[in-house]
């Protein structure tokens, strides 16, 4: 895969064979994926699909989109029934809310970011947006009424014109796909644009990055400014804010990687391998 060189090749253990060859079986360790705007958790399929492969449990919550600190209740609220390790990931907006919701999380031990927002303490995802040359998706969305507002400020929302969804969203993805996902669509309520975040998770817990060169959702060089921030281990992959489903093997990879660390020599648990 473009741009990735950390993917298990044929040959190379799973996760559940690294136990057998250390011994004593690592703590059970959760990934817990949250997706962005515009999308659902099946967007996480191929990820998924490939995580279990690997012996990893997944979870792929539903994402209200309502309001960053709405969504990052619910997820606190997953992650709070969740007893065992957690590596935390999250997908564009899926990034501020892992961000605001694992920050007193114990038991998240990782946050990968894909193609994500890392927020800091009292920052909103335009605040992010308006520091760099804009992309093609602030010409590409439109506003639509609630007609029950869920929370209160949640009055209107947004969704991307079907029309320019594959261009701005998922160039990557063949026409068919495209044009199901640009009618599934989740609209994500304006008020998330505007909401601040906490105290960032990523500021105490080690953090993974996967930039996606090619997108035209969340500028690229906004990607590397929040990853350098974070000081988060990085990489490109050349693809576009669909990533998830363009390249999930190399998703999966730096999932893969970021559970290998959480249960390496540092963290005090089982002996580091390299996947």
Same mark, same amino acid.
């Given at each position: 895969m473009p741009g990735w060189t950390g993917m298990r090749l044929a040959g190379q253990p799973t996760w559940s064979?690294?136990? =057998?060859?250390?011994?004593?079986?690592?703590? $059970?360790? *959760?990934?817990?994926?949250?997706?962005?705007a515009f999308a659902d958790a099946s967007s996480w399929a191929g990820v998924t699909g490939l995580l279990h492969d690997d012996g @990893?449990?997944?979870?792929? $919550?539903?994402?209200? @989109? !309502?309001? @960053?600190?709405? =969504?990052?209740a619910c997820l606190r609220n997953v992650l709070r029934r969740i007893d065992v390790p957690v590596v935390l990931v999250g997908h564009g907006y899926g990034g501020a809310v892992i961000t605001d919701a694992a920050a007193d999380a114990d038991n998240v031990l990782a946050l990968c970011y894909v193609a994500a927002f890392g927020l800091d303490a009292g920052e909103?995802?335009?605040? &992010? *947006? %308006? !520091?760099?040359? #804009? *992309? #093609?998706?602030?010409?590409a969305l439109f506003g639509a009424p609630v007609p *029950?507002?869920? $929370?209160?400020?949640?009055? %209107?929302?947004?969704? &991307? !014109? !079907?029309?320019?969804f594959p261009q701005v969203y998922a160039a990557d993805l063949s026409p068919h796909v495209t044009s199901v996902l640009s009618v599934t669509q989740r609209p994500i309520a304006r008020c998330a644009l505007t909401s601040r975040s906490g105290p960032p998770a990523w500021a105490d817990k080690p953090s993974w990055y996967a930039v996606a060169t090619a997108d035209r959702m969340l500028n690229p060089t906004a990607q590397r400014f929040m990853a350098l921030r974070m000081t988060a281990t990085t990489h490109s992959l050349e693809g576009s804010h669909a990533v998830p489903r363009s390249q999930p093997d190399a998703v999966a990879a730096m999932i893969r990687e970021a559970a290998a660390h959480s249960v390496g020599p540092d963290s005090g648990r089982t002996p580091r391998h390299p996947f």
């Open positions: 064979e690294v136990a =057998d060859v250390h011994g004593p079986a690592p703590s $059970p360790l *959760t990934v817990v994926l949250v997706h962005g @990893l449990t997944v979870h792929a $919550p539903a994402n209200p @989109l !309502r309001g @960053l600190a709405h =969504d990052a909103c995802l335009l605040d &992010i *947006t %308006s !520091r760099f040359s #804009p *992309t #093609p998706a602030a010409d *029950t507002p869920f $929370p209160a400020d949640a009055d %209107s929302e947004l969704y &991307i !014109r !079907r029309e320019l």
